[in-house]
């Protein structure tokens, strides 16, 4: 039976197998079997852990497919970092951008800003610029590849290394699910990879311009994140059940 062929509870079962083996693995062999799953893409964020897997998949010429959403709202050094990892490595990096339409209608109905008014004004605005473009950076995909750690907030403490996605029925791989941010960093410079100069400016964890600031010393990775909202587990809604999560409105 192919990955194709496979049904829900089928795939659960692949998601326990590939979890316990992923565990025994490096980065570039976890990369590696990700890939032999079947058709593999990796959506990156070209944050510092998505970095490490790009140079992974460059460096090994591995066969997954590299996607990044392309809000429309992102910070300067962030789409510059996209042209500048695609050289260095080689690869090409599809992205997927809202519809204009979209854009359109958010704005009249709540204000091209208005995501700082309400949680649902937020999540309406993730839908149409990260949920809707990651449908189709996810069309057609068995496995999505994501750079998930354990460490990087409490809502993300228990992260697997692979899981079914029932809502996207995919398997979910998060290869660096058990790697600290000093480790991150260690590799980062070893390999020399490129990464966002906002890091070094104190922002661990990088979004969209008007949804990210820098984190003060002995904050979560993630405080910086929509921070004006009280909610602990402040999510975008891609790692997120919808059924699990608040309605997300369909703007
Ligand atoms: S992070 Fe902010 S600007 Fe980006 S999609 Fe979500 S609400 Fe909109």
């Given at each position: 039976m192919t990955l194709q062929d496979a049904d829900g509870q089928d795939r659960t079962a692949l998601a326990a197998t590939l979890d316990a083996s992923l565990q025994n693995l490096d980065l570039a062999g976890r990369l590696a079997l990700a890939a032999e799953t079947g058709h593999a893409v990796f959506t990156t964020s070209l944050g510092i852990e998505d970095q490490v897997i790009t140079a992974a998949i460059g460096t090994h010429r591995l066969p997954i497919d590299v996607s990044t959403l392309e809000t429309g709202r992102l910070f300067r050094e962030t789409v510059d970092l996209i042209g500048e990892t695609e050289e260095r490595y080689d690869i090409a990096i599809r992205r997927f951008t809202p519809e204009q339409d979209d854009i359109d209608a958010y704005a009249a109905q709540y204000g091209l800003n208005g995501f700082y008014d309400s949680v649902e004004a937020r999540h309406a605005c993730c839908h149409v610029r990260k949920l809707k473009p990651l449908a189709k950076a996810l069309a057609g995909a068995d496995v999505w590849i994501t750079g998930l750690r354990r460490g990087q907030s409490g809502n993300r403490a228990s992260t697997p290394f692979a899981e079914y996605d029932a809502e996207r029925n995919l398997i979910k791989i998060n290869p660096?699910?058990?790697?600290?941010?000093?480790?991150?960093?260690?590799?980062?410079?070893?390999?020399?990879?490129?990464?966002?100069?906002l890091h070094a400016r104190g922002y661990p964890s990088i979004g969209c311009e008007p949804c990210t600031r820098a984190i003060k010393p002995g904050e979560p990775e993630r405080a910086g994140r929509w921070w004006w909202e009280n909610d602990e587990k402040r999510e975008c809604g891609l790692h997120v059940p919808e059924s699990a999560a608040e309605a997300i409105p369909r703007a």
């Open positions: 660096l699910a058990d790697w600290d941010i000093e480790t991150i960093r260690a590799h980062v410079a070893s390999e020399a990879i490129p990464v966002n100069p």
